[in-house]
């Protein structure tokens, strides 16, 4: 039989996550209506969430530890769909290239708004610092690996610093996706995957296969 604290810690959980989720909707609202994160007050937020001020403080020590909450579930998820891409061998093409990377881009889509206000508490917020610090480290560690082991397999242009090349399309990716994809239309955004493809496309691997991207002119 299911024991009563057990019970009760998964209750806790699930308020919790629910208060979570209407509060991170309203830090959206406020944002998308010209709002600064960083001069967002807890009594603006939880005002427009529907949540008291008591509640907000039972869940949360301050509006950072909100972000950190959030920021650890989509960080595990945009590790997911990197992998998709690193995972990619000499045998890849210029479309197997593209999907992998618009599976990043579909998921970290929705989250624009919110990633942003991440990145703007990252200044005064030494955890949440300390997290986006630690995602952007591991997206650059997982494409220098990646890098290393294409060049020795002979699919990755063996002439790039991997360290450097990594650290350039990772920090140049972070910010196409900040600014280019998050209002994007549709049409719009089908154009960007392509463009971006073929950055990685002709940064990487073009080089490998005698000069030939499989996607000439893009």
């Known amino acids: 039989m299911p024991s009563v604290t057990r019970k009760t810690q998964g209750s806790r959980a699930e308020r919790r996550d629910q208060i979570k989720a209407r509060l ?67 045998d890849a093409t210029w479309d197997d290239l593209r999907a992998a990377l618009n599976r990043v881009v579909t998921v970290y889509r929705p989250h624009t708004t919110l990633m942003a206000a991440a990145f703007d508490a990252a200044a005064y917020d030494t955890g949440v610092r300390g997290q986006v610090d630690e995602m952007m480290q591991r997206n650059i560690a997982g494409l220098r690996k990646h890098i290393r082991t294409g060049q020795r397999t002979g699919s990755v242009d063996e002439r ?22 998050r209002d994007a239309a549709d049409d ?17 691997y073009a080089g490998a296969r005698n000069g030939h991207a499989d996607k000439p002119g893009r």
Do not use: C
Request: aromatic residues 12%.
């Open 188 to 204: 719009e955004l089908n154009m960007l995957v392509d463009a971006y493809a073929s950055i990685v496309w002709n940064t990487l």
């Open 24 to 90: 991170l909707a309203a830090v959206e609202s406020l944002l998308a209506d010209g709002e600064n994160f960083t001069e967002l007050s807890v009594e603006r937020l939880v005002s427009m969430a529907g949540v008291s001020r008591s509640t907000f403080y039972v869940y949360f020590e301050d509006k950072g530890e909100l972000i950190r909450a959030w920021l650890a579930e989509i960080i595990s998820e945009l590790d997911v769909a990197a992998q998709a891409w690193w995972a990619l061998d000499g």
């Open 160 to 181: 790039l610093p991997a360290a450097q090349t990594a650290a350039w399309l990772t920090w140049m990716a972070e910010r196409g996706l900040h600014r280019l994809v």
